[in-house]
């Protein structure tokens, strides 16, 4: 895994890249970055945050209790 939270997978890192424009995280040398860039790491741990997050407030005001 790469990232402050060790974020795994290719379809994470692809949709990262689609987020950063249309970046490429899954070819060499770029993955690295995923791993030893501070910003990117810590933009790629916040970007999966708030996506698993904004699931979880869709799921619930879609199907409350």
Do not use: M
């Not at 790469?2 to 290719?10: D, F, K, N, W, Y």
């Not at 860039?37 to 933009?43: E, G, R, T």
């Amino acid at each position: 895994g790469r990232g402050l939270i060790q974020v795994t997978g290719r379809i994470n890192y692809e949709l990262y890249g689609k987020y950063r424009g249309g970046l490429d995280f899954t070819t060499d040398p770029n993955p690295e970055l995923l791993a030893n860039d501070a910003f990117i790491s810590s933009d790629l741990s916040f970007k999966y945050w708030v996506s698993k997050y904004w699931k979880y407030l869709h799921r619930q005001v879609l199907i409350p209790d």
